[in-house]
């Protein structure tokens, strides 16, 4: 594990700064510093500053609108903007830029570079992602969304549930079945589709926050050009698991960051409160601190890896696990030492409701309390802390696999 940085990328990182401290308006930071409007507007303009400097994507090829920076740039890059407390993008951009654009990157044709590349970079497009569905949530292979290839265009009939963003969204891809007779994993597509047609239905669910950031979506006779798969016909499986793989130094150097500066927003509410002195929250404040440096050594060990070019999926296996328990158990302690203040939420809530670090974003009841409940859910997508405990026991641990109706018990 290597835990220095070489010295050529030193200039880079002075590089960085000067951009950040020539680029951020003053009054932006410090707790509570932006009503919600003016850091949904900073957030948006943060967003345009970084995409005409290359840095909204900077692992892209510049010829798309991105940056062309290499792996250990791109970390420095991150690096700062988490240690500035700026976004390192704007809302919705996980699955235009991260997912689909990422994708595209790697399976997609020239002229679909071309043509999305761009107007992700520009916001002109954005995207949601459609790969659960009622039937077929952990088991994906289950999916029963159907595309028909009728003269030169994809007629796709099914229903897509848990769909964020689906109702700013202009574009969506989805995994599709595109031949019933071949099994599970084969004969899934992988679709790009508009979603401003007849045919698309998309209705919000509503969370025991009062949020409606998941929806279901519907489709009926929806079409698609002929040309709008992502890698083959039949493989969209593939695609949609080199999705697992990407990102990881991003998350690796990121989040121990993001996750010392949550604690250090805690202590602060454990002093505002006037619990900062008590024995036991003095305690799980250390134990808290302690998981955020052991975060930080995983973090590292994960990041080694993916900068060199290794496969990190045991390390992110654990990663995963870690971040999603202990931010768990920092919200807890938050909402323990806001008591029953915590049942009535007031002031400011975060823009994005599983951080507390957003720009300007105050130590509000509402704010803390919103966190937790998401951080419990962070315990469940992307792999629940279940499977991610099963994973590493079967693949790093050679453990038995877990005995399943399916599966021979002999």
């Known amino acids: 594990m290597d835990l220095s ?12 700064r000067a951009f950040i401290a020539a680029n951020v308006p003053a009054g932006w930071r410090g707790l509570g510093a932006l009503d919600t409007d003016e850091a949904k507007a900073f ?13 909204l994507a900077p692992a892209w090829p510049v010829e798309y609108g991105g940056g062309g920076l290499d792996r250990l740039r791109q970390v420095v890059l991150v ?5 500035a407390g700026l976004p390192a993008s704007g809302s919705q951009d996980v699955f235009g830029i991260k997912m689909i654009g990422n994708l595209l990157l790697r399976h997609g044709t020239e002229e679909q570079k071309r043509y999305f590349l761009p107007r992700i970079i520009s916001g002109e497009d954005r995207w949601c992602q459609g790969f659960s569905e009622p039937g077929a949530g952990s088991d994906l292979a289950a999916l029963r969304t159907r595309a028909v290839l009728t003269g030169g265009e994809w007629v796709i009939d099914g229903q897509k549930v848990w769909t964020s963003q689906a109702r700013s969204a202009d574009w969506i891809f989805l995994l599709a079945r595109t031949d019933p007779a071949a099994v599970r994993h084969r004969g899934l597509t992988m679709l790009l589709v508009p979603l401003d047609q007849p ?14 950031g998941f929806n279901e979506v519907f489709f009926t006779g929806v079409r698609t050009a002929e040309a709008n798969v992502v890698g083959e016909a039949g493989n969209g499986w593939t695609v949609a698991m080199s999705l697992l793989g ?3 130094g991003d998350e690796a150097a990121t989040n121990p960051i993001m996750f010392r500066a949550e604690i250090d927003r805690l202590i602060e509410l454990a002093r505002e409160r006037g619990v900062a002195g008590d024995p036991v929250v003095r305690q799980r404040l250390a ?22 070019g290794e496969p990190t ?15 768990r158990a920092v919200t807890e302690l938050a909402m323990d030492i806001l008591g029953p203040e915590a049942m009535v939420p007031t002031g400011r809530g975060p823009l994005r409701h599983y951080r507390t670090d957003d720009p300007g974003a105050p130590n509000s009841t509402a704010s803390w309390s919103t966190v937790w409940l998401h951080a ?3 315990t469940i997508y992307a792999g629940t802390s279940e499977v991610q405990r099963n994973i590493l026991a079967e693949t790093a641990l050679g453990m038995p696999r877990e005995p399943r109706p399916d599966r021979s018990t002999r």
Not at 43 to 55: D, M
Request: with cysteine.
């Open 5 to 16: 940085y070489p010295p050529e990328v030193q200039g880079f990182r002075e590089e960085v």
């Open 43 to 55: 957030v948006e303009q943060w967003r345009r500053v970084l995409a005409a400097r290359g840095y």
């Open 79 to 83: 690096e700062e903007l988490a240690a």
């Open 199 to 212: 045919g698309v239905d998309i209705r919000p669910i509503t969370m025991i926050t009062g949020d409606t």
């Open 246 to 248: 990407l990102e990881r």
């Open 287 to 308: 134990r808290c601190y302690s998981r955020a440096e052991i975060m930080r050594h995983l973090g590292n060990r994960v990041l080694t890896r993916w900068l060199r």
């Open 313 to 327: 999926g045991t390390e992110a296996s654990v990663s995963k696990l870690y971040w999603s328990e202990h931010h």
């Open 376 to 378: 419990v859910s962070g």
